[in-house]
């Protein structure tokens, strides 16, 4: 059973310009969650997602940024016209169940940079 | 605001040792507590959940307690091996809600 896949695991981009993070959750999971990671710091949460809908984006900037989980196909992480703040480590988790004692699956992460 | 303290500074011991790591909270009152393992470049691992009415869980070398009135956390490592050396995190959710709120991480150097 393969883990949480996530693509790119490295991804550079320039002020100005998109980033599109994807996120396979493992096989039977339908609660996906994106998380930021600066050096030094905690996870912070960004935005929870179920099949085709948006739970809970209070984590996410209002501008720029933008999740998806569609009914068929990886969930997607767009970050319009970065900026170098934007520079972090991104994962996304998945799980089972969506509240509660719930285990998180995280994936690899996918490191952007923005020059 | 809600916080969690977890030791900025890495603690180092010696192998064989038992590593305690604390994970210390604030305006928070969780119901479940959740202990991660990661490695540079890579995503957390799940290792224990303890909930508020379980005082202490363990699972082969680990050892979690949960103190609601002292609003704190341990996590013991008996028989530490230089191959536990990682960060370890603590993160705390509460019932009916999906979001757990992760700490800064303690990271963990096991000397040989």
């Known amino acids: 059973n393969a883990g949480v896949m996530q693509n790119p695991r490295h991804l550079v981009r320039r002020r100005g310009q998109e980033a599109r993070l994807r996120c396979s959750p493992m096989k039977g999971h339908s609660h996906v969650y994106w998380y930021r990671q600066l050096p030094e710091e905690g996870l912070k949460f960004m935005v929870y997602?179920?099949?085709?809908?948006?739970?809970?984006e209070s984590g996410m900037p209002k501008e720029r940024f933008s999740a998806e989980f569609p009914k068929e196909g990886p969930s997607i992480l767009r970050i319009q016209q970065v900026v170098r703040g934007d520079s972090a480590a991104y994962f996304c988790?998945?799980?089972?169940?969506?509240?509660?004692?719930?285990?998180?699956?995280f994936g690899p992460g996918t490191r952007l940079t923005v020059t | 605001s809600q916080k969690i303290e977890q030791n900025s500074e890495a603690l180092n011991i010696q192998e064989g040792k038992t590593a305690t790591l604390t994970c210390n909270y604030t305006n928070y009152s969780p119901a479940y507590l959740q202990w991660y393992r990661q490695d540079p470049g890579r995503g957390p691992v799940f290792l224990l959940l303890?909930?508020?009415?379980?005082k202490e869980k363990r699972k082969e070398r680990l050892k979690v307690t949960f103190d609601t009135t002292l609003k704190q956390s341990l996590f013991h490592i008996t028989a530490s091996q230089p191959a536990d050396s990682a960060t370890y995190l603590c993160?705390?959710?509460?019932?009916?809600?999906?979001?757990?709120?992760f700490g800064t991480g303690t990271r963990l150097k096991v000397l040989a």
């Open positions: 303890i909930r508020e009415n379980e």
């Open positions: 993160a705390l959710g509460s019932p009916g809600t999906y979001k757990y709120i």
């Open positions: 997602l179920q099949k085709e809908n948006i739970i809970d």
């Open positions: 988790a998945s799980s089972t169940e969506g509240t509660g004692t719930y285990e998180q699956y």
